[in-house]
Each structure stands twice: as structure tokens, then as C-alpha cells.
């Protein structure tokens, strides 16, 4: 199969290189190219091809399962177990998560409590939605980034950054999501215990438009998990593996990674390999 991703590669590498890399020689790959590959070879090659092609507009996140899952959606047929052989012969793998220290922040008023309670499941859209703050580093400075999702879809619905982490941020994330779905009073928004989580304006908002208020324990960021996590895949995908030049840079890459990446086009495995799109239009 090393021969087969030789041969794949040739337009854009130099045999030699490849062969290299590889641990092959190129005289072995050379006798080998002049046997007439066999049907299973042929498909071999054009199932690769595809199998590189989702890995680079899926950026390097997916496994063998949602590889699979997303070669099959595209009218790809081939089996699981062809696919994950096929990705380990040529050496492709997703980028490991990598560990990451959380920004600190503190309190300045009272909690709300933790009506959540871990219950991440839900039945319908703007039944809960979960917001949180990250920061990004560019070479201008701190860009921070704050959203919130709707825990039926995992769609990112609201999301706003900006230089400082104030309470203006979380407005404009949360007048986003507002005009985006108009939700009924009785939502649940649940965050961590942040200060500006807890500012008098942001939460004197939710409350005008009949927004119940949870907060998570004290330190505990399992109470928030679903949030935790899409930063985690957001930081694995994108940011720890680039640097942005300007802050502007940032906003660019972080604006496509969740309305054209993330919301449309990434699969979840928690979503039946859905992405939030499909699973936002499944009850449109």
C-alpha cells in the first residue's frame, strides 16, 4: 500500500522524497509500477484520494468512524474497516487534543444555581442553550471569543469577539443569538460563574426576555461540558495549530471555522454523526 500512496503523491512530491519517507526503495516501487496493478489496488488508490481529500476539508479532525461516516455521505461506498486500513497504511491521523489551561476567572456577584444539572440531552431547539469565553492568542495581542449553543443541535447560534472580556461581549453574543431564534420565555441559560456572567445588565437582559438563569459549580467545568467541549475541539482544530498575525487574522479564521465549518459541516458523534445543520433542519 506504501507503493499506492507513492503513486498518489507523485504530481506534488519527487519519487525519491516519497520513497523515503516511506522506508521503500524506489526500485521496488518502480517494478511495482510496472506490474499491472490488480482491480482491489486500482480501488485502493481512488479510495485514498478521498480519504485525503475528507481529511484536509474535515481539518485533520476526523477518525476512521466519521471518516468513514463522511466519505459514505458524499456517495463514497466502501466499508469502515477499508477506510481505517487504508488510513493507517498511509500514515494519516487526526491531530491529538492537546491539553490547555483554562482562563481564570472569578466572581464579582452572586451564582445562580445549577438548574441544568448535567442534563445535556434535550428534545427540542431553545429549550437550553449554554454559552462560555475563551481567548486567542495573536501576535497583536489577546483576541477573546465568547458563544453560545443551543444544546439540541450543538449550533453555535450566538458568538462575539473582541479585545476585552467584558460584559459587552457576552451582550453581543447574546443579542446575536436573540435575533437568530426569537426563543419563547422559559429558556434555560447556563454558563460557569464568571463576572461577567453574573454583571447586573447581562443577566438583568435574560431576565427581560424571560430567560431562567444556571450557573455551574464553583470550579467544576463538567457542569458545562458541551461548551467546554466545542472550545476544546475549536482550540484542537484550529488555534493550537496556527498562528494568527493581527487580531483580524483570528476573527477570519474563527468566523469560518464555526458558520461554515463547525455549524455545517462537521459531524458529531453525539448527534448520530450529524452535523448541527442537519439536525436544526430535521425539525424545521
Known amino acids: 500500500m506504501r507503493y499506492a500512496f507513492v503513486q498518489a503523491h507523485q504530481q506534488q512530491f519527487r519519487v525519491a522524497r516519497l520513497c523515503r519517507a516511506l522506508h521503500v526503495s524506489r526500485s521496488g516501487y518502480y517494478d511495482w509500477q510496472r506490474r499491472e496493478p490488480s482491480a482491489r489496488q486500482q480501488e ?7 480519504i485525503e481529500q475528507t481529511h484536509q476539508t474535515c481539518r485533520q479532525a476526523y477518525g476512521a468512524e466519521k471518516t468513514w461516516r463522511a466519505l459514505n455521505a458524499n456517495g463514497v461506498a466502501c ?31 452572586g451564582p445562580a444555581p445549577n438548574r441544568l444539572q448535567r442534563q445535556f440531552t ?9 454559552g462560555d469565553i475563551t481567548v486567542v492568542p495573536t501576535r497583536t495581542g489577546w483576541l477573546y471569543l465568547a458563544v453560545l449553543l443551543d444544546l439540541y443541535s450543538r449550533s ?44 447586573a445588565e447581562y443577566r438583568g437582559m435574560l431576565k427581560d426576555h424571560g430567560i431562567i ?24 482544530e484550529l488555534t493550537h495549530h496556527k498562528v494568527f498575525h493581527s487580531r483580524e487574522h483570528a476573527r477570519l479564521a474563527i468566523f469560518n471555522y464555526i458558520e461554515v465549518f463547525y455549524n455545517r459541516q462537521r459531524i458529531h458523534q453525539g448527534l448520530g454523526y450529524r452535523t448541527p445543520a442537519q439536525v436544526e433542519a430535521s425539525v424545521s
Open 79 to 109: 466499508g469502515k474497516h477499508r477506510v481505517a486500513r487504508l488510513r493507517r497504511q498511509a500514515g494519516i491521523e487526526a491531530l491529538r487534543k492537546q491539553r490547555f489551561r483554562r482562563l481564570e476567572k472569578h466572581s464579582l456577584l
Open 122 to 130: 434535550v428534545q427540542c431547539p431553545n429549550k437550553v442553550w449554554v
Open 44 to 50: 485502493d488508490v481512488k479510495l485514498l484520494a478521498a
Open 156 to 199: 453555535v447560534i450566538g458568538w462575539s469577539m473582541a479585545e476585552k472580556a467584558d460584559r459587552r461581549l457576552l451582550i453581543h453574543t447574546l443579542q446575536m443569538a436573540l435575533a437568530r431564534r426569537r426563543p419563547d420565555p422559559g429558556l434555560l441559560h447556563h454558563s460557569d460563574r464568571g463576572a461577567q456572567y453574573s454583571s
Open 213 to 236: 438563569i444556571s450557573m455551574s459549580a464553583k470550579g467544576d467545568p463538567y457542569d458545562n461540558a458541551v461548551a467546554e467541549s466545542f472550545f476544546s475541539n475549536l482550540k484542537n
